[in-house]
């Protein structure tokens, strides 16, 4: 959730603008997402 700007602001293409708040918000999901993909991996493998 992103509490200090445009709730889509992080989806945007990045600029050298970008408020430090909104790099941290998509280098954190960035590192989600690779979790969901490294979880699918490992559920794929046991089948």
Avoid: C
Avoid at 6 to 28: C, G, I, M, N, Y
Wanted: aromatic fraction near 8%; avoid cysteine.
């Amino acid at each position: 959730v992103t509490e200090k700007g445009a709730h889509h602001l992080d989806f945007r293409s990045a600029t050298k603008d970008d408020p430090d708040w909104v790099v941290e918000q998509r280098r954190q999901e960035v590192e989600i997402i690779h979790g969901w993909i490294d979880q699918y991996n490992k559920d794929i493998a046991q089948m």
